[in-house]
């Protein structure tokens, strides 16, 4: 298995709703990471776990939740998000966060906020 | 100055056609150099990965990186309609991940 499965592909969500983002991966890689990419733009780094444990939060509002339950799970939790987090958020991962022989991207869950 | 730039296109080209794509950088410091392509609703896929100056090839994909011109480049052969995506070129100045910093990306059209 060398993907990164996100579920759900697409999810509309009212401002006061609760939804959660989940990423699987089973390459046996130990970093894991969010990332959000609007319209035309690089994907921007959110989160990186490296084994289990949170490492990186690049200044994320609190409305943003990770959480990795084991090494092959990463769940975004989503609570009173704004129309501007409307975005396509990329998980990926790496074989540990040293690996430079780059990331492996799932196809992302397109957020639409209303 | 942003620290990667890259000319957002989009360029198109006949079927068949060699693509040139560019990224010009800033940071002297980055070592580590990628390209990603990336169709539409899906996530970046790793195209080739470089580290330090020097070519690489893959099939149709050659990297080239000049790093006393800070620039880099991604040319494809024999263009297809199935190269048709979005291309980003990435960058680190260490071997972490977290450290990647993405091109805007430029959007190829290859037309049959």
């Known amino acids: 298995d060398t993907e990164v499965t996100q579920t759900p592909k697409h999810l509309v969500m009212g401002m006061t709703n609760k939804k959660s983002l989940k990423c699987e991966q089973h390459?046996?890689?130990?970093?894991m990471y969010w990332y959000k990419q609007k319209a035309k733009k690089p994907p921007e780094l959110m989160f990186v776990?490296?084994?289990?444990?949170?490492?990186i939060n690049e200044s994320v509002p609190s409305r943003f939740s990770p959480e990795c339950p084991n090494s092959s799970l990463l769940n975004l939790h989503l609570h009173a998000l704004q129309p501007e987090d409307s975005a396509l958020y990329l998980c990926?991962?790496?074989?540990?966060?040293?690996?430079?022989?780059?990331?492996?991207f799932g196809s992302g869950t397109r957020l639409t906020v209303v | 100055q942003k620290e990667v730039e890259q000319d957002p296109g989009p360029l198109s080209v006949p079927e068949g056609a060699i693509v040139s794509l560019n990224c010009t950088y800033s940071?002297?410091?980055?070592?580590?150099f990628m390209w990603y392509r990336q169709y539409s609703r899906k996530g970046p896929e790793l195209l080739m990965y470089?580290?330090?100056?020097g070519n690489k090839e893959d099939g149709r994909f050659t990297a080239q990186v000049d790093k006393s011109s800070k620039y880099i480049s991604l040319f494809i052969r024999d263009s297809q309609p199935s190269d048709s995506a979005s291309y980003l070129c990435?960058?680190?100045?260490?071997?972490?991940?977290?450290?990647?910093?993405f091109g805007p990306g430029t959007r190829l059209s290859v037309l049959p």
């Open positions: 990926a991962s790496s074989q540990d966060p040293s690996a430079g022989s780059g990331y492996t």
């Open positions: 390459m046996g890689h130990r970093a």
């Open positions: 776990y490296s084994y289990e444990k949170l490492s």
């Open positions: 940071n002297s410091a980055f070592q580590y």
């Open positions: 470089t580290y330090s100056s």
């Open positions: 990435a960058m680190s100045r260490d071997n972490y991940g977290q450290n990647f910093v």
